[in-house]
């Protein structure tokens, strides 16, 4: 074997979300195809919501590399079959789907990634090209026979210097506004600084995926990348999940993107602490960044802590305040359905955030399937409350489990009620009427979004309600022993992909029940935990 000609491709969910009116390239896989191409490779990289990839080029390519979310795993199964069956050429996997389910990938790659590839895909590569043995290559799974092998984990690398070029994204440049127009989407850059989180929220995947921990980047390296993503637009992401977790070197950062004068308007992701430092806040303003992204997750006491945020409601009050009093942008997101959760918390939610007058909210149901390694492989909701259909339904935005205190088709109609009342005509208005303008253009951009969305949420309600009917009492609270009955007997509905790491890793297999400390949406005995 000898690989030269290397195509990266990542398809997108089947369902629209909140992404879909953008032409943003996901981080992942331009920088990998970046480190293969420094490495000497012919690279071609394909975002699907930026241009389809090409068969031609797919024909003509030693080796195709896919990334992949859960959402767009059965797309990428089917173009991974058709390129075995029709080429015979080698695929290679990664991304958040492949890492937590090799097992499942497996059976249409030949090798999985996990976490961090940076490092791993150039020595699987180049292990290939000589003819090597790739069990000795850490940090991926392959097949033996008919067994999955997984080898050593390799913790990610401690520097990640390079510039991710976007000119290797095929149809990729700078949109005008004809093209926007035409297209009905908006571009949006994507540069990190960090990698991992300090925190450890439970029902958040950073630290598996993440698992050299919390590392900044040299502070020129992302002023050469910011440069370099200049000639492609103003409107920037940082995509760390904690932009300001180490302050001195944040400010560093603003510092120089200070100096750079480059233009950005820029969205950053941060928790609540970030609004204890003035001076870190008057240095974002400065250095363009007009909008902060922050986890809030819950107006629940007992959730918080149940979700392990170290976090309260009354540092979420505190931390909007004084955002709100440098001018930013503020957009938060929730997680509900966990067991302290009920329609009442919801409810409670969404009038939060009109009273709290945030620019944009999101509610996201749990997805608890993915198998932590930090808990013994076990998922955060228990395997027998889950509900699986397919992967095109694991985008963030449909319910996949049964919850403790409110049946799923109920989730699902108050997370549908929850986002219209939050973009709605009249907090539109309201928007113009305090002169909030960009507020006003963000809550109609998602108002139209939504409509989109809710569609295909609306439709999946019928198939909710056909499976919670009988395991609730008229209180709608889960009867538990119900369930488990059902599943013993058929469970044709469950996620069983999360449990195919048992056989792998030779762990004991689940059994019925599952231990309930081993879901996060139980409520730990100590609240003060979190003050």
Same mark, same amino acid.
């Given at each position: ?16 979300? /909140? ?21 000497? @490779?012919?690279?071609?990289? *394909?975002? #699907?919501?930026? $241009? ?57 790659? %030949? *090798? ?22 790739? !069990? ?9 026979? %008919? ?12 520097? /990640? ?11 990729? $440049? ?17 540069? +990190? !600084?960090?990698?991992?989180?300090? /925190?450890?929220?439970? =029902? ?6 993440? #698992? ?19 000639? *492609? ?15 001195? @070197? ?27 430092? %003035? ?10 960044v007009s909008q902060i992204y922050q986890g809030y997750e819950s107006v629940q006491p007992e959730t918080l802590v149940g979700y392990d945020k170290k976090q309260t409601l009354e540092k979420i009050v505190a931390a909007v305040d004084k955002l709100h009093s440098y001018g930013f942008r503020i957009s938060g997101s929730f997680v509900v359905g966990a067991d302290t959760d009920t329609l009442d918390t919801i409810d409670r939610t969404v009038q939060f955030v009109l009273d709290q007058q945030l620019t944009i909210a999101y509610f996201f149901p749990i997805w608890g399937h993915y198998p932590e390694q930090i808990r013994g492989y076990e998922a955060i909701v228990p395997w027998y409350r889950s509900i699986f259909r397919a992967w ?16 799923? !088709?109920?989730? +699902?109609?108050?997370?549908? %009620?929850?986002?219209?009342?939050? =973009?709605?005509?009249?907090? &539109? ?18 108002? @139209? ?22 395991? @609730? ?6 009867? +538990?022993?119900?369930?488990? #009955?059902? &599943? ?28 309930? #400390? ?7 005995? &100590? ?5």
């Amino acid at each position: 074997m000898r690989i030269r000609r290397i195509t990266c491709i990542q398809l997108s969910g089947e369902y629209p979300d /909140f992404c879909y009116r953008l032409v943003m390239p996901d981080y992942g896989m331009p920088f990998i195809g970046t480190v293969l191409a420094e490495a000497g @490779y012919d690279v071609r990289v *394909y975002m #699907e919501h930026v $241009k389809p990839p090409d068969w031609q080029r797919i024909a003509e390519s030693d080796l195709v590399c896919f990334s992949t979310l859960s959402a767009g795993a059965d797309k990428t199964r089917q173009l991974a079959e058709k390129i075995r069956r029709s080429l015979g050429v080698p695929i290679i996997i990664g991304g958040t789907h492949a890492s937590y389910f090799p097992e499942s990938c497996l059976e249409f790659c %030949d *090798y999985v990634v996990f976490g961090e590839g940076d490092e791993t895909i150039l020595e699987l590569i180049d292990t290939l090209n000589r003819g090597g043995d790739v !069990s000795s290559v850490h940090g991926i799974a392959f097949r033996e026979g %008919d067994r999955v092998r997984r080898t050593p984990s390799r913790q990610g690398p401690k520097a /990640f210097e390079t510039v991710p070029d976007f000119s290797l994204i095929d149809g990729y $440049k700078k949109m005008s506004v004809l093209d926007m127009l035409l297209q009905r989407k908006v571009p949006l850059l994507t540069v +990190q !600084s960090s990698r991992g989180c300090q /925190f450890k929220c439970t =029902f958040c995947i950073v630290n598996t995926m993440f #698992e050299a921990g919390y590392r900044k980047r040299d502070v020129e390296s992302v002023i050469r990348d910011l440069r370099d993503k200049r000639q *492609y637009g103003r409107e920037l992401l940082f995509v760390d999940n904690d932009f300001a977790a180490i302050r001195p @070197y944040t400010k560093k950062l603003l510092a120089r993107m200070v100096e750079e004068d480059l233009g950005f308007d820029i969205l950053v992701l941060t928790r609540v602490e970030v609004a204890r430092d %003035d001076e870190l806040l008057a240095l974002m303003r400065r250095a363009g960044v007009s909008q902060i992204y922050q986890g809030y997750e819950s107006v629940q006491p007992e959730t918080l802590v149940g979700y392990d945020k170290k976090q309260t409601l009354e540092k979420i009050v505190a931390a909007v305040d004084k955002l709100h009093s440098y001018g930013f942008r503020i957009s938060g997101s929730f997680v509900v359905g966990a067991d302290t959760d009920t329609l009442d918390t919801i409810d409670r939610t969404v009038q939060f955030v009109l009273d709290q007058q945030l620019t944009i909210a999101y509610f996201f149901p749990i997805w608890g399937h993915y198998p932590e390694q930090i808990r013994g492989y076990e998922a955060i909701v228990p395997w027998y409350r889950s509900i699986f259909r397919a992967w095109k339904y694991c985008d963030g935005n449909f319910v996949t489990h049964f919850p403790l205190n409110l049946r799923p !088709s109920q989730l +699902q109609r108050a997370l549908i %009620d929850a986002h219209a009342r939050v =973009f709605s005509a009249g907090r &539109v208005v309201d928007s113009l009427r305090r002169r909030k303008y960009a507020d006003a253009k963000e809550k109609l951009a998602h108002r @139209y979004m939504w409509w989109t969305i809710s569609h295909g949420l609306r439709h999946y309600i019928p198939f909710l309600e056909e499976l919670e009917d009988g395991v @609730y009492d008229a209180a709608d609270h889960l009867r +538990q022993d119900v369930l488990i #009955e059902r &599943v013993r007997r058929d469970g044709w509905w469950t996620f069983k992909d999360g449990n195919r790491a048992i056989e792998t890793l030779g762990l004991s297999p689940l059994e019925l029940p599952v231990a309930r #400390e081993n879901n996060i949406t139980c409520v730990p005995p &100590v609240l003060e935990a979190a003050r």
